[in-house]
């Protein structure tokens, strides 16, 4: 069977896809499937079993993106095309089956729009997948444990919770007396200028924190997530794909919306700031409820 699979461009919409491409490995052994995405995304399906190509999609001017994409993929007869992006591309190309996603935002959590794609309720998980390379190169980063990662980065500032109180709610679970006692500290953070500038100033009141902003592949994320403890970060890419790989995961909420992109795992926990969703500032979410989520998500050892 063939599979051409057309997802997203941002990380975080892409890692909640991958539920769809488990659900269908797991129902179609032995399947071809062809990923298209964006190229931030790109590494999320790099280690994925059964990939026959992944091809990376650059956006252009005038949507000549889509032209270039149907190029390579016009002459193969698919089985199956499921096209997340609405896009007509489905429809152009040789296929026994189509499902396409919607456009524009829908009351509901993005999952569970993924999942009614193809009637699935409940929708299936997000996963991670990994390589040897990968487990060992986190295994040498993060030896022993356990290990609090922090993400107090996102794509935007409005996401971003005040450094200052990422860096209270860590000293807090790390204390001798504290739900994490003697856990030590790694921060992630994408690459770039502005995630490295709000990493800063968490890195500077932890100097013997492993610094991963910005140095690792996203198969190298997933392995190195995967050894947390605890995931305290932003709504953010990272923060998906922290819950993705199983690791306890606390996701901070203001300017975005849980209800739509709230962490989708097994022991995930959206906290979101005082005020109507999405028009809440970060700044409206105190630390005391940061640290009393965490605290009971790590007392609570069965999925959340």
Request: charged content about 15%.
């Amino acid at each position: 069977m063939r599979i051409l699979f057309v997802t997203a461009t941002r990380i975080g919409d892409a890692v909640l896809s991958t539920g769809l491409l488990d659900h269908l490995l797991r129902t179609h052994p032995g399947a071809r499937i062809t990923v298209a995405c964006g190229p931030a995304a790109a590494g999320i399906f790099a280690r994925m079993p059964g990939l026959e190509r992944l091809i990376v999609v650059t956006k252009q001017p005038l949507s000549r993106h889509w032209l270039g994409l149907w190029a390579k993929v016009a002459f193969t007869r698919w089985d199956l095309v499921v096209d997340l992006r609405a896009s007509a591309l489905a429809w152009m190309v040789p296929a026994r089956r189509r499902l396409t996603g919607k456009g524009g935002r829908r009351p509901g959590h993005r999952l569970s729009h993924l999942g009614a794609l193809m009637g699935l309720s409940p929708p299936p998980l997000p996963v991670t997948w990994t390589a040897p390379q990968d487990e060992a190169r986190a295994a040498a980063l993060l030896p022993g444990g356990p290990w609090l990662v922090v993400g107090p980065t996102a794509n935007w500032a409005g996401k971003v919770w005040p450094a200052d109180r990422f860096v209270q709610v860590t000293r807090a679970l790390v204390a001798p007396d504290g739900a994490l006692a003697g856990a030590r500290i790694a921060v992630l953070g994408g690459p770039g200028a502005e995630e490295r500038a709000m990493a800063a100033p968490v890195l500077a009141a932890f100097p013997e924190a492993v610094d991963l902003v910005g140095s690792l592949a996203l198969p190298e994320v997933a392995a190195v997530l995967r050894r947390a403890a605890l995931f305290l970060g932003n709504d953010s890419g990272l923060m998906h794909l922290a819950a993705a790989a199983g690791a306890p995961t606390i996701g901070l909420f203001g300017r975005s919306s849980a209800a739509e992109y709230g962490p989708s795992g097994p022991r995930a926990v959206a906290v979101e700031a005082d005020g109507p969703p999405m028009d809440a500032p970060m700044t409206d979410l105190p630390a005391s409820r940061v640290l009393a989520a965490a605290e009971r998500l790590l007392a609570n050892r069965v999925p959340a």
